[in-house]
């Protein structure tokens, strides 16, 4: 694999020190004295939405002027692939559950102190939180996926790597009970001497997420942004090893949230996880639309830049 050292060296290029998260107002920040949750003051549209960002405070000019921002369309020539075993995901199951909150901006399962953690190239990162996207913020080749769960982590020095994971919509095709029927038929079929496609005993590609249906299990007790509840129970396994069957792409982007800082280590799985209709559309109702639009090709002029000269070349009088 060529791409391997280049990628080290791409994840130690983006180490530079940022001072917020992806989906930035996270409990580090936010959590107020005393332990309320603090709700985000930007959002997805109008005055504080993606084209507002950078005036919402000073700190966040980066969203205007940044020329490797997040997300992007993830095509060919955007990252580097780097073996998702070399990135040594580790996150330890939460059999008494973990707080799963509503920041009005996302909605975010609190990891830190958990000893959830990924180690890339000697570094460690300690895992702080995930939250979700609706839908997803990163482009799979151009598409556009129903979901996007953000899993961020942070090193000693202050380095932020996030995972981004797509998440699609398990249409049921492949789900347990239909797998667990076919399986009936075939033994029956087995039983009474007849001939068998093998297809009918293979089992195809990964139903719903146990994890994220648990999980999101819990979506209507938090039905309103600044309200935090306790899981149930989460074996994190399954997770952890479907994405390490895949590969990462690799590069140096941005906070997909104000104040945009750049210098991330974005490493966007190739695995996606599923979850059920039901539990999508559950999801939807209570985080409504909370994605930044695709950012500019990596290193490109910023879009709110170009749109801003794009607005001054056809306002010009006609000469
Ligand atoms: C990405 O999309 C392009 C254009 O549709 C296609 O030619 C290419 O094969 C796709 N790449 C992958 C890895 O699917
Ligand atoms: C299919 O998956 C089920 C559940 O994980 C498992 O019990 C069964 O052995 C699998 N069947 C095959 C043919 O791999
Ligand atoms: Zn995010």
Known sequence: MASRLSSFALLAMAASPVFGFCGSRTHLHTRAEGGGIEVGKFGYFGETGPFKWATLDAANSACAMGKNQSPISMVDGQFNVIGASEV???????????????????????????GAKINVGGTEFEMKQFHFHQPSEHLDNGTSMPMEMHMVFQSAEKEVSVIGVYIDIDTGANSAALQARHQ??????????????????????AAAS????????????????????????????????????????????????????????????TQKLKISTASYEKVRNVVKFNS???????????MLSMGAETVASVSKPAA
């Open 292 to 302: 930044r639009f695709a950012q500019n090709t990596l290193g490109s002029t910023n």
């Open 88 to 114: 040594k995901l580790e996150i330890p199951d939460a059999p008494q559950g973990i707080e799963f909150e509503n920041l009005g901006t996302t909605i975010e399962g609190v990891m830190e102190g958990s």
């Open 184 to 205: 009936a038929m075939a033994n029956k079929r087995f039983a009474a001497g007849m001939k068998i496609m093998p297809s009918t005993l293979t089992n195809s590609t």
């Open 210 to 269: 146990t994890m994220l249906e648990t999980l999101f299990s819990s979506i209507e007790e938090i039905k309103t942004p600044g309200t935090v509840v306790k899981s149930k129970p989460l074996v994190m396994s399954e997770l952890v090893d479907t994405i390490k069957t895949g590969n990462f792409q690799a590069y140096s982007g941005s906070l997909t949230t104000p104040p945009c800082t750049e210098g991330v280590s974005w490493m966007v799985a």
